[in-house]
C-alpha cells in the first residue's frame, strides 16, 4: 500500500469518526474536561466524607454531575422516544414531574402533611405514581396523535396548569415524610458510597436497552417518524405509537418525581424540576437526534444528558448567578447543536474534500 492509499484510507476513517452520531456528545464532553482540567484541576477532585446520617459517602463536582445528571438522563430517554415519533418537544416534563411528586407524597402522608408514619408503602405509593404521570403522559400523546396537535402545543396546557394541579393534589400543603429509607432514593444506600439516583439510571438505561432491543419499538418509533402514512400502509398504527411513547415519557417523569421529593423529603411546587424540559430537550439535540424525528440514538441522548450537566455544574462551579445560567448554557449549546447538525457536517465534508482536490493537483 502506498503513502496516497494510507492517507486516503486514513482521511477516510477520520470523516467516519466526525461524522459519526457519537462525535459531538463526547467532543463537548472532552473539552469541558480539558477546559476544567486547566483552570482547576480541584473539579475532577473525590473526597470520602460523611453525610447527615454519619455514612461515608463520596463528594466532588463529578460526583454531583453523575447524581444530578442522572435525572435528566433519565428523562432524556423519554424525550427521545417522544421526539423520534412525534416530532416535536414535551414542554410540560417539569410540571409533571411535580404532579408524579405530590401524588407520591399525598399517597405516603394519607392526607397527613405531617405523618409519624408512613401510610402505605413507598412501592405503592410509587406504583400510584407511575400510574398518574402515565395517564398524564396519555393526555399528552392523545391530543398529539389523535387531534392532530402540535407537540408544544398540546404540552403548553400541562406545562400551564401542572404545578397548579400538583399544590391542589395536596390541599396546596407541603406534607414532610420523616421516614429515613424514603431519603436513600435521592440520596445514599448506607454503605454505598456512590448516589443511589445514579444506580436508578443504570436500571432504567438497562430496561430501555433491553426494549429496543428484543422488541420492534425502535424500529416502529422511528418509521411512524420517518414517514406516519408509509408506516400505516405497512400495517402500523402511527396514533398508538405516539401515545405509547408519551406514556413511557410519563414513567420516566415518575421515577424523577421519586428522586426529587426524596431529596429533600419533601415537595416545592414552583422550584422542583423547574426548566428540566429544556435541559432534557438539549440532551436530545446535543446527541446528534434530529429534532423533527426519525432515527435516533438512546446512547447519544443520555450521554449528552451528562454532557448538558457537566457544563450547568461547570458554570456553577465558576459561580455563574443562577439568573444568568441559562442564557451562557444556550450559548454554548447552540453551538455545539449547530456544528453537529448535519448541513454543517456536509458543508465540513465537502470543504474537506475541495482541498484533498486542491493537495492532489
Not at 70 to 76: M, N, Q, W, Y
Not at 283 to 308: D, E, R, T, W
Amino acid at each position: 500500500m502506498d503513502k496516497k492509499q494510507v492517507k486516503k484510507s486514513d482521511d477516510s476513517l477520520v470523516m467516519r469518526i466526525v461524522r459519526h452520531q457519537m462525535f459531538i456528545p463526547l467532543a463537548a464532553l472532552l473539552i469541558l474536561a480539558v477546559f476544567n482540567l486547566i483552570a482547576d484541576p480541584g473539579f475532577f477532585k473525590i473526597t470520602l466524607k460523611e453525610n447527615s446520617l454519619g455514612n461515608p459517602v463520596l463528594s466532588g463536582f463529578l460526583i454531583t454531575i453523575l447524581d444530578s445528571g442522572s435525572e435528566l438522563a433519565i428523562l432524556a430517554i423519554g424525550m427521545t422516544l417522544v421526539t423520534a415519533a412525534s416530532g416535536g418537544q414535551d414542554i410540560s416534563v417539569g410540571a409533571a414531574v411535580a404532579i408524579a411528586g405530590s401524588v407520591l407524597l399525598r399517597v405516603l402522608s394519607g392526607g397527613n402533611s405531617r405523618p409519624e408514619t408512613l401510610a402505605t408503602p413507598i412501592i405503592v405509593a410509587f406504583l400510584v405514581s407511575c400510574i398518574v404521570a402515565a395517564i398524564f403522559g396519555a393526555f399528552n400523546g392523545v391530543l398529539v396523535a389523535y387531534f392532530k396537535i402540535q407537540p408544544m402545543i398540546a404540552t403548553l396546557i400541562l406545562y400551564t396548569a401542572g404545578r397548579s394541579i400538583a399544590a391542589w393534589i395536596n390541599n396546596n400543603e407541603l406534607p414532610v415524610i420523616n421516614d429515613t429509607t424514603f431519603t436513600y432514593f435521592g440520596g445514599f444506600i448506607p454503605g454505598v458510597p456512590i448516589p443511589t439516583p445514579f444506580f436508578i439510571a443504570v436500571i432504567c438505561i438497562i430496561i430501555i436497552s433491553l426494549v429496543l432491543k428484543f422488541t420492534n419499538l425502535r424500529l416502529y418509533t422511528q418509521s411512524v417518524g420517518i414517514n406516519e402514512n408509509s408506516s400505516r400502509l405497512n400495517g402500523l398504527n402511527p396514533a398508538a405509537i405516539k401515545v405509547l411513547s408519551f406514556v413511557i415519557l410519563g414513567l420516566c417523569v415518575a421515577v424523577v418525581g421519586l428522586i426529587k421529593v426524596s431529596r429533600i423529603s419533601t415537595i416545592n411546587y414552583s422550584v422542583i424540576a423547574k426548566d428540566i424540559e429544556m435541559d432534557a430537550i438539549l440532551a436530545v439535540a446535543l446527541g446528534g437526534n434530529a429534532l423533527s424525528g426519525g432515527k435516533f440514538n438512546m446512547a447519544s441522548s443520555i450521554l449528552g444528558a451528562y454532557v448538558i450537566q457537566s457544563l450547568t455544574q461547570t458554570l456553577y462551579k465558576f459561580k455563574v448567578s443562577a439568573d444568568a445560567l441559562p442564557a451562557y448554557k444556550a450559548a454554548v449549546v447552540i453551538v455545539l447543536v449547530v456544528i453537529s447538525a448535519p448541513t454543517v457536517r456536509d458543508w465540513f465534508s465537502n470543504l474537506s474534500k475541495k482541498f484533498k482536490v486542491k493537495e492532489v493537483a
